[in-house]
Nanobody
């Protein structure tokens, strides 16, 4: 099965930068979408960005475009999320997730389309 583990979350000042990482296992030679979602207690998980494992396509939520960058390294089985110009509203638990589909053509943005999840890493942005 697919297993994911996020790390890198911490307290950072508004305007600062942070890099999150997701180490994935079980993706193999399949074109999973590997996504970052974020969650605030009491609210639904929100799509942030995603990349496809083999074809290296990307998709971003509009609010993150220009500030966040996703990348992946197949050799090291890692997906990175570079976050710049952080805002207090970016405060959340950030989760790495892999799609249910193994042959993604269009990257999905709904959490229900993702079947494997990491444990989450806390990002707190202070003002």
């Amino acid at each position: 099965q697919v297993q994911l583990e996020e790390s890198g979350g911490r307290l950072v000042q508004a305007g600062g930068s942070l890099r999150l990482s997701c180490v994935a296992s079980g993706l193999g030679f399949s074109n999973y979408a590997v996504a970052w979602f974020r969650h605030v207690p009491g609210k639904e998980r929100e799509f942030v960005t995603a990349t496809t494992w083999l074809s290296d396509s990307t998709r971003y939520a509009d609010s993150m475009k220009g500030r966040f960058t996703i990348s992946r390294d197949k050799t090291e089985n890692t997906v990175l999320l570079q976050m710049n110009s952080l805002k207090p509203e970016d405060t959340a638990v950030y989760y790495c997730a892999a799609s249910r589909s193994k042959l993604v053509k269009i990257i999905p943005t709904l959490s229900s389309d993702y079947g494997s999840w990491g444990q989450g890493t806390q990002v707190t942005v202070s003002s």
